[in-house]
């Protein structure tokens, strides 16, 4: 069974990078799709980006972070990445990661089985 843990969030300042690890064990082997989302207090989960493992074709979508974060593969480290740039103080939220795509949309959180535990990233002013 894959266990997803994320890692890398933190406080930081608005205008910083970050960048936010997906660690998955369990897998072996073939084709499947991590997706990032995150969820700020009081406001519905947000899909973030997906990828295609291990082909690497990431898929942005209508994200709210499209044009400042990308997503990318680590196949050495069985790890897939999302950097953010240009943090601003809405971007403040838990970043989860899930893997176990159960439905042909990527941006659907309920269409994903397994999900992290969840980062947590805060961006002051």
């Known amino acids: 069974q894959v266990r997803l843990v994320e890692s890398g969030g933190g406080l930081v300042q608005a205008g910083d990078s970050l960048r936010l690890s997906c660690a998955a064990s369990?897998?072996?082997?073939?084709?499947?799709?991590v997706g990032w989302f995150r969820q700020a207090p009081g406001k519905e989960r947000e899909f973030v980006a997906a990828?295609?493992?291990?082909?690497?074709?990431?898929?942005y979508g209508d994200s709210p972070l499209r044009g400042r974060c990308t997503i990318a593969v680590d196949n050495a480290n069985s790890a897939v990445y999302l950097h953010v740039y240009s943090l601003k103080l809405e971007d403040t939220a838990v970043y989860y990661c899930a893997t176990d795509l159960l439905q042909e949309s990527v941006v659907a959180g309920e269409g994903y089985k397994t999900w992290g535990q969840g980062t947590q990233v805060t961006v002051s002013s």
């Open positions: 369990g897998r072996t082997g073939g084709t499947y799709t």
């Open positions: 990828i295609r493992w291990p082909h690497d074709s990431p898929f």
